[in-house]
């Protein structure tokens, strides 16, 4: 049974920091894809970061620079350190899994989804 659970959404300042974690359990984080992605009022959801099996990561380009993904395979955790929030950075964060696939950005390659955090930035 895959379950992944999100936490560390909130309301933060333009300019300040979150960290978002997601819990993986049921998935083996050294072979599959995990990925976070968000969603805007009225916007389709949109890949953010992922890190494959063999630890590499990907970035959309609105989030390079600003945001690090990594993993502790020991805890089973994926975390998102998100750094100078913007506006626009507002949306709901959901954690997907993949069994394969290359497009880390594509949400139909995504077996697995959390139920999604609150991240606002004013």
């Known amino acids: 049974h895959v379950q992944l659970v999100e936490s560390g959404g909130g309301s933060v300042q333009a300019g300040g920091t979150l960290r978002l974690s997601c819990a993986v359990s049921?998935?083996?984080?050294?072979?599959?894809?995990v990925a976070w992605f968000r969603q805007a009022p009225g916007q389709e959801r949109e890949g953010v970061a992922a890190?494959?099996?063999?630890?590499?990561?990907n970035y959309a380009d609105s989030v390079k620079g600003r945001f690090t993904i990594s993993r502790d395979g020991a805890k089973n955790i994926i975390a998102l350190q998100m750094d100078s929030l913007k506006p626009e950075d507002t949306a709901i964060y959901y954690c997907?899994?993949?069994?394969?696939?290359?497009?880390?950005?594509?949400?139909?390659?995504?077996?697995?989804w959390g139920q999604g955090t609150q991240v606002t930035v004013s």
């Open positions: 997907a899994a993949a069994k394969a696939g290359s497009r880390w950005y594509d949400r139909f390659m995504y077996n697995w």
């Open positions: 890190i494959a099996g063999d630890g590499r990561t």
């Open positions: 049921g998935v083996t984080l050294g072979r599959n894809c």
